[in-house]
């Protein structure tokens, strides 16, 4: 099993930055990829980022060119840079592995309002 503590949401006014962390656990070398899901009230969860062990990203497109994923080199931290932060990015926010294949966290909410 894996576990996951998401970390780092706050409000922030629009255009702002925001980096949230993922401390992971667990059987972290069963992980072959990670990503980052956000979701709000009355909606599915959606995919937002994602990285594989050869570092390759993929991003949806509400996001892609504003958000970066990374991580370190053991999975123990994946990272989710958010710049030029809009209304609709508000939700909260987790992250999982494998597709996701594990329990969810207690996630980090992000607010953006002015």
């Known amino acids: 099993q894996v576990q996951f503590v998401e970390s780092g949401g706050e409000v922030v006014q629009p255009g702002g930055s925001l980096r949230l962390s993922c401390v992971v656990s667990g059987n972290i070398d069963s992980i072959y990829a990670m990503g980052w899901y956000r979701q709000t009230p009355g909606k599915q969860r959606e995919v937002v980022a994602s990285?594989?062990?050869?570092?390759?990203?993929n991003y949806a497109a509400s996001v892609k060119g504003r958000f970066a994923i990374s991580r370190d080199n053991r999975w123990s931290t994946v990272y989710l840079q958010m710049n030029n932060l809009k209304a609709e990015d508000t939700a909260v926010y987790y992250c999982?592995?494998?597709?996701?294949?594990?329990?969810w966290g207690q996630g980090t909410q992000v607010t953006v309002s002015s």
């Open positions: 999982n592995a494998n597709g996701p294949a594990f329990d």
């Open positions: 990285i594989t062990s050869d570092g390759v990203a």
